[in-house]
């Protein structure tokens, strides 16, 4: 840090030291970073590029801070989402178009669990609910929220996002950074890559994505069982739709 601090004042650029804190990423250790005798504070979450970074390595923290941009947001029209003389169809438009994308800004880069799921989730329905004046004495399911305001699920929005960054990875060059990353083996970590994608794969792809969307090289090659699996499971389903 200090050699870095040293290089950016031969080129007539200042490190605000005062303003400057980092964060260590997996497993803690002791000791502590000094630039000119001033101790650095420790982090436990970091801003980059407008996306947090966790000490623990979790996004979670991520989730929580789009969903709270969001209701900042959200707040800042509330002189039309609350007011009951703006048609519903004008509301809808504005959370679909302003409010939502705060909340699912870079959300295609995450390795999402069921608790960012329900964080965004819980953040949409409440938001529909007050826009519309409901509680939960009204007893109204969230899929009739959803369809006065005919959104749908923010879940199945990140969902959709994530496939369209998946698609784009897919068809860039071999060399790029992005596709790279498809095929980092870790040391040691090999037949725990392949259970948690197993699961990812299965839990991930619902009856609602058509099956061509999952069709990759990739998939085929390394899971081709919990591939397959997959397909029967589909095509199961739809056979029952249909009686």
């Not at 870095?4 to 031969?10: A, G």
Request: net charge positive.
């Amino acid at each position: 840090m200090q050699a870095w601090k040293d290089r950016l004042e031969q080129y007539g650029m200042r490190l605000n030291v005062k303003k400057t804190e980092y964060v260590e990423c997996g497993e803690q250790t002791p000791g502590t970073i000094f630039v000119d005798d001033a101790e650095l504070p420790k982090a436990s979450a970091f801003k980059y590029l407008g996306s947090r970074i966790s000490a623990d390595g979790s996004t979670l923290v991520e989730a929580e801070y789009r969903a709270n941009a969001a209701w900042s947001k959200w707040r800042q029209v509330t002189g039309v989402m609350c007011d009951r003389k703006v048609p519903l169809k004008l509301k809808s438009k504005i959370y679909r178009t302003v409010v939502r994308p705060v909340a699912l800004y870079g959300a295609e880069c995450w390795p999402t669990t069921l608790k960012h799921e329900q964080t965004l989730h819980t953040m949409e329905m409440r938001m529909l609910r007050w826009t519309q004046g409901l509680t939960r004495l009204d007893r109204v399911r969230n899929d009739d929220v959803r369809a006065m305001f005919g959104v749908a699920p923010i879940v199945a929005k990140m969902r959709e996002a994530r496939l369209r960054w998946y698609g784009h990875v897919l068809r860039s060059d071999d060399n790029s950074v992005a596709k790279s990353a498809m095929n980092i083996i870790v040391e040691g970590a090999e037949r725990v890559y392949s259970k948690c994608f197993s699961v990812y794969l299965c839990r991930r792809c619902h009856l609602s994505l058509p099956p061509s969307i999952v069709y990759s090289d990739q998939v085929v090659t390394l899971h081709s069982n919990v591939f397959c699996w997959f397909i029967m499971y589909l095509t199961q389903q739809a056979l029952l739709r249909t009686l």
